[in-house]
């Protein structure tokens, strides 16, 4: 059967060649998924109802459990504790003739928490500028206030011990008054961890919400000292216990507070941070390919030294862009976000969320 010559026959190959421009000129539709940007979950946009497209992508994209602030700040906590216990441990004795290990424990164990606080976030966000930084402004911090709230506490359990003996209580582990106590005095050096990592964060509110979770945190693990050294039976395995215990309470209870108490914060639903949260404390935050941004967007070529900002204007956050960015799904170069918008910038996507009605 013989081929008519005037047919036109397409084949593969020229369906590969085809490209097809942007539907207008000088808006760039939103970018393909390229070998070396990495993959991308986008949400559709057509039909779908608010809140939806976020939703989707969180979804497809998952997140890492360990990005989470009250995850990576309790494992923070527990490395603290018991880098310091097993620094002084050997220099600690159970007896009325203390040696160094007995006075340093504690300021240590304050200062190397501090440190473990105010570098932890920074490290899973991959800014090891940010974490050095952070870490030696912690490291100064931590030393002084760790022996200033060493005092204090030495003070108030003092006060305490004193109190219970009068009252004819006895100074053992097994009374329940002298875990309050304990779990009392310990409160300041919870207090303590709380304000270095709000200071390292450059936020009021981050100080604030810090020091709250410390008071919690650290007034379970004291609360919790005594108690183990009774199942335990030995002094050096209840302190390394009881002293992770204080770490891992301390830093789960600041992420839980600060994650209850935030108003305002994008939530990263695709890209390298998936199911990490950045809460919009600062009037202006900046988001970009570089570490001294708050926001850091690596292993993409295609984002900007600063990229994007998001300010604070009384109950708007304004999301102003200077590289390509895209709000459900449109290009924006300025935008005042609402609750459940999708931001894609590059190989990430943000869903910006308010905990209440801003406006």
């Known amino acids: ?26 808006v760039a539709a939103p970018p393909n998924v390229t070998s070396d940007s ?34 990576y700040l309790g494992l923070a906590g527990l490395a603290g504790a018991f880098f310091a216990w097993a620094l002084c441990e050997p220099g600690f004795v159970d007896s009325e003739s203390p040696r160094w290990g007995n006075y340093l ?40 206030l760790g022996f200033v709230f060493y005092f204090i506490g030495n003070f108030i359990y003092a006060v305490g011990v004193t ?31 709380g304000i270095v990592y709000g200071i390292a964060g450059q936020s009021g509110k981050k100080c604030l919400y810090g020091m709250l ?19 335990t039976g030995g002094a050096g395995p209840s302190r390394c216990i009881g002293m992770m215990i204080f770490g891992v309470s ?14 305002r914060w994008l939530y990263v639903s695709g890209g390298p941070l998936a199911g990490k949260q950045f809460i919009l404390y600062k009037p202006l935050t900046r ?5 001294a941004n708050d926001i850091y967007l690596f292993k993409d070529l295609s984002i900007a030294p600063t990229h994007a900002t998001i300010e604070l204007r009384g109950p708007h956050a304004t999301l102003v862009a200077t590289g390509q960015t895209f709000v459900g799904g449109q290009p924006v170069t300025q935008r005042v976000l609402r609750s459940g918008d999708l931001i894609q910038i590059g190989r990430y996507t943000f869903q910006y969320q308010e905990k209440q009605a801003q406006r």
Not at 215 to 230: E, H, K
Not at 287 to 291: A, C, E, I, M, W
């Open 250 to 263: 301390t830093g789960v209870a600041i992420g839980l507070v600060e994650s209850a108490l935030k108003n």
């Open 105 to 144: 424990i504690f300021p240590l164990l304050v200062t190397a928490m501090s440190v473990a606080f105010a570098t932890a976030e920074s490290l899973v966000e991959r800014s090891i500028q940010k974490a050095v930084t952070r870490g030696l402004l912690a490291l100064v911090l931590g030393i002084v």
């Open 213 to 231: 979770g410390g008071v919690l945190g650290a007034g379970i693990g004291g609360l919790l000292f005594d108690p183990i050294s009774l199942l």
């Open 163 to 193: 109190f219970i003996a009068k009252s004819g209580g006895k100074l053992v582990p097994g009374n329940p008054v002298l875990w309050f106590v304990r779990a009392i005095a310990w409160m300041s050096f919870g207090v303590t961890g």
């Open 1 to 26: 059967m013989n081929e008519d010559p005037n047919k036109i026959r397409i084949t593969s190959d020229d369906l590969e060649s085809v490209h097809v421009d942007p539907p207008w000129p000088g």
């Open 287 to 291: 988001l970009g390919s570089q570490q």
């Open 38 to 71: 990495g993959p991308r979950q986008w949400g559709s946009i057509s039909g779908a109802a608010p809140g939806a497209i976020g939703a989707s992508v969180a979804g497809a994209s998952g997140g890492n459990f360990f990005l989470t602030a009250w995850v």
